[in-house]
Nanobody
Framework: QVQLVESGGGLVQAGGSLRLSCAAS????????MGWYRQAPGKQRELVAT???????NYADSVKGRFTISRDNAKNTVYLQMNTLKPEDTAVYYC?????????????WGQGTQVTVSS
């Protein structure tokens, strides 16, 4: 069994910062891409950022220059540093990773963590 567990959400004023963490655990063989998605009320879930095991990153245009994704491969953990937060960043943030186990690949999502940015 594998799972992703997120932490670090909360309430912050506009212009502030938050750091999200997501740790994978279980019978993990390997993880290539890890990513963060978000879903605001009444909207579809959208990609925020992804990072490969080699460190290649990809960002949504709306967060470029403000958010930074990073990972610790030894800990199977991905981070999202969010700076200069805006009210429109308010959403539930989800960690995602296809996790390779000895029984095949499992498409895993975290439970979600709420980020609320007040104006």
């Amino acid at each position: 069994q594998v799972q992703l567990v997120e932490s670090g959400g909360g309430l912050v004023q506009a212009g502030g910062s938050l750091r999200l963490s997501c740790a994978a655990s279980g019978n993990i063989f390997s993880i290539n891409v890890m990513g963060w998605y978000r879903q605001a009320p009444g909207k579809q879930r959208e990609l925020v950022a992804t990072i490969t095991s080699g460190g290649n990153t990809n960002y949504a245009d709306s967060v470029k220059g403000r958010f930074t994704i990073s990972r610790d491969n030894a800990k199977n953990t991905v981070y999202l540093q969010m700076n200069t937060l805006k009210p429109e960043d308010t959403a539930v943030y989800y960690c995602h990773a296809p996790i390779f186990t000895h029984r095949g690949v499992r498409d895993c999502w975290g439970q979600g963590t709420q980020v609320t940015v007040s104006s």
